[in-house]
């Protein structure tokens, strides 16, 4: 075990998210399988700052409403920074409008 890390903080993580997805779902389920304790909390500030000292792993899935949590990642900066807590950002691969279409020509 790490110097200084509280034995019941070793195999938490702290999923924020902003509603559930298949994808949100999918993330927590990996999670639970590698053996961790998944905590999930909104994407807010004050979400995140409840339960910031029960993990050391914060994992973020940014989704379309990434462009309005310019404060919680101003935040989530700092607390890991501060607090030595690893951030890991996860977001779908964005499609763009031509991709998967099939040509036309004959």
Sequence with gaps: MPVGKAPDMEKKAIL????????????????????????????????VNEKRAEAEILVFYLG???????????????????????????ARRRRSRSWGRRSRTR
């Design 16 to 47: 924020i998210r902003n509603g559930a997805s298949f994808m949100v779902n999918a993330v927590q389920k990996n999670l639970e399988s590698a053996g961790y304790e998944v905590l999930p909390v909104n994407a807010s500030v004050a979400a």
């Design 64 to 90: 379309e409403f990434v462009s309005k949590a310019s404060d919680l990642l101003v935040y989530l900066t700092d607390l890991c920074a501060e607090e030595e807590k690893l951030l890991v950002l996860l």
